[in-house]
């Protein structure tokens, strides 16, 4: 039987958020310290870094921020020269987001803050804890993934 909930800091989903929030506000001022990115200019950065050239559609979805957020940061990264903007080639009435030579290096150290962070928080689990965090976490995200899709 779930246990009642009789507010809302006792819900798994409102501890999630907490955390992420906390965690967003550590890397963002790593990010701003560091690379002078703002947190979304450091995802958009993070997400095609990862994943290559991204609409920005797809830019949204990757670095997790809505289409405003992302297609701001993406401003904010072609106005500095970290990432550039070109027609795709097999849409033309769609746009690629890529790095450019000094984005793919800003890029690296965004990706090393990031790993540092995330080694920091989790050094609080044992390694059969993290599996099962993760394993945890990847049916939650499937299962939100499946109610989306029903909406």
């Not at 701003?32 to 991204?54: C, M």
């Not at 809505?66 to 940061?73: C, E, F, L, M, V």
């Not at 059969?128 to 049916?139: A, C, F, I, T």
């Amino acid at each position: 039987m779930r246990p009642s909930h009789k507010s809302l800091d006792q819900f798994l989903t409102y501890k999630m958020h907490r955390l992420m929030k906390q965690h967003d506000r550590r890397i963002s001022q790593s990010y701003a310290h560091g690379a002078q990115l703002s947190l979304a200019e450091s995802r958009v950065l993070a997400a095609v870094g990862t994943a290559g050239a991204l609409s920005n559609s797809e830019l949204a979805r990757r670095a997790n921020l809505d289409k405003s957020q992302a297609s701001r940061g993406a401003d904010g990264l072609v106005s500095r020269g970290l990432v550039r903007r070109a027609p795709d080639e097999h849409d033309g009435r769609a746009v690629k987001v890529t790095l450019t030579a000094e984005g793919e290096r800003v890029w690296r150290v965004v990706i090393e803050a990031a790993r540092t962070h995330y080694e920091r928080l989790f050094e609080a689990l044992s390694d059969d804890e993290m599996r099962v965090y993760e394993r945890l976490l990847d049916k939650l995200l499937l299962r939100s993934d499946e109610l989306d899709e029903q909406a």
